[in-house]
């Protein structure tokens, strides 16, 4: 593909809301396996934010990485992952992406370009910051698409990693993930100036605030964001407004916010309902269209957990051949 953006929504709209659909489905399915006592630990869900993972990635060529979050299943499908692999290891299966230990948090495809997930607050940043500093040395022209959430935003190695590439213009996007809580603190109780995107000036570098439910909107930012950075102008802080639908993880019982609020977001600014309407609107897509690319997710995220089931169990007996101190 060349240096042309993957999935454009106005020329791929197909593409794009199978893809918002398949992350959708993805979570859906895994609350329901553990609802039913077969995924163990914890899980932090993306329902609500999908225009943001499928715009950004989206906004990619071929061989460009990410680094992601603890909210990460969406990043991993957007950025071309294979949902059947990402189903195994959450059951802990030997075949899944980390041979099943990394679990939800943690999961990686590097031949892919997704340096991982991570379940340190603003962990990505400082990875994303180093395979970019890679990028810029070895002239691969190649960018680096950071995802982190509004809570990261207050954690020192944002300014860390924020700063240094601002110094040294490396090719990396920023990308801050904001669905308004981090965990049960409301953003606006915990940042100062306003926004992410505000503190852009303070290292010399651009920042823009976009709609995070808007797939088109992402897209466009991100992939200016990036054409920016391969062309040795430095980064940028994107920061998405978005919201999630589910508590922070499996174990928080959303008692902060009101079922109001949840509702009127769901119901007023849902990212899949307003790109099928957009579509619609624009004749991209006839309603026969959205129905199968509805149908075509639901079958693509059945078919992996049926085949992920399937899988061998993961073992303990050559566990240690996995650690690195």
């Given at each position: 593909?060349?240096?042309?953006a993957?999935?454009?929504?106005?020329?791929?709209?197909?593409?794009?809301?199978?893809?918002?659909w398949?992350?959708?489905?993805?979570?859906e399915?895994l609350?329901?396996?553990?609802?039913r006592?077969m995924?163990?630990?914890?899980?932090?869900?993306?329902i609500g934010?999908e225009?943001?993972?499928?715009?950004?990635?989206?906004?990619?060529t071929?061989?460009?990485?990410?680094?992601?979050t603890?909210?990460?299943h969406?990043?991993a499908?957007a950025?071309?992952?294979?949902?059947m692999?990402?189903?195994a290891?959450?059951?802990?299966?030997d075949?899944?992406?980390c041979?099943?230990?990394?679990?939800?948090?943690h999961?990686?495809?590097?031949?892919a370009?997704?340096l991982g997930?991570?379940?340190?607050?603003a962990g990505?940043?400082?990875?994303?910051?180093?395979?970019?500093?890679?990028?810029?040395?070895?002239?691969?022209?190649?960018?680096?698409l950071?995802?982190f959430?509004?809570?990261?935003?207050?954690?020192?190695?944002?300014?860390?990693?924020?700063?240094l590439s601002?110094?040294w213009?490396?090719?990396?996007?920023?990308?801050?993930e904001?669905?308004?809580?981090?965990m049960?603190?409301?953003q606006?109780?915990?940042?100062?100036?306003?926004?992410?995107?505000?503190r852009?000036?303070?290292y010399?570098?651009?920042?823009?605030?976009?709609?995070?439910?808007?797939?088109v909107?992402?897209?466009?930012?991100?992939?200016?964001?990036?054409?920016?950075?391969?062309?040795?102008n430095g980064?940028?802080?994107?920061?998405?407004i978005?919201?999630?639908?589910?508590?922070?993880?499996?174990s928080?019982?959303?008692?902060?916010?009101?079922?109001?609020?949840?509702?009127?977001w769901?119901?007023?600014h849902?990212p899949?309902?307003?790109?099928?309407?957009?579509?619609l609107?624009?004749?991209?897509?006839t309603e026969?269209?959205?129905s199968?690319?509805?149908?075509?997710a639901?079958a693509?995220?059945?078919?992996?957990v049926?085949?992920?089931?399937?899988?061998?169990?993961?073992?303990?007996d050559?566990?240690l051949?996995s650690?690195?101190?």
């Open positions: 593909m060349g240096r042309n993957r999935r454009d929504p106005r020329s791929l709209p197909a593409r794009v809301l199978t893809n918002m398949r992350i959708r489905r993805f979570e399915a609350e329901e396996l553990f609802s006592g995924l163990h630990g914890t899980m932090h869900l993306s934010q225009a943001t993972a499928e715009g950004a990635c989206g906004a990619l071929d061989g460009d990485f990410i680094t992601s603890h909210r990460g969406g990043h499908i950025h071309g992952g294979d949902p692999l990402m189903m290891e959450l059951l802990m299966k075949t899944g992406y041979r099943g230990r990394g679990g939800s948090m999961i990686a495809d590097v031949a370009g997704n997930a991570n379940g340190i607050v990505s940043m400082t990875i994303a910051a180093g395979a970019a500093l890679t990028q810029s040395v070895t002239d691969s022209g190649r960018v680096v950071c995802f959430g509004d809570g990261a935003a207050n954690e020192g190695s944002f300014h860390e990693a924020v700063n601002a110094i213009k490396l090719p990396v996007v920023w990308l801050c904001n669905n308004l809580y981090g049960s603190m409301a606006e109780l915990s940042t100062a100036g306003g926004s992410v995107a505000n852009a000036g303070g010399g570098i651009e920042g823009l605030a976009v709609d995070g439910n808007d797939v909107a992402v897209h466009d930012a991100v992939k200016g964001a990036a054409d920016k950075a391969r062309s040795g980064p940028t802080i994107v920061e998405c978005t919201y999630r639908y589910r508590g922070h993880s499996k928080d019982r959303n008692l902060y916010r009101t079922q109001d609020e949840i509702d009127r769901r119901d007023q849902d899949l309902a307003r790109f099928e309407q957009r579509a609107d624009s004749k991209l897509l026969g269209d959205i199968a690319c509805r149908a075509q639901a693509d995220i059945t078919e992996a049926r085949q992920a089931l399937l899988q061998p169990d993961a073992t303990a050559d566990l051949e650690a690195y101190a």
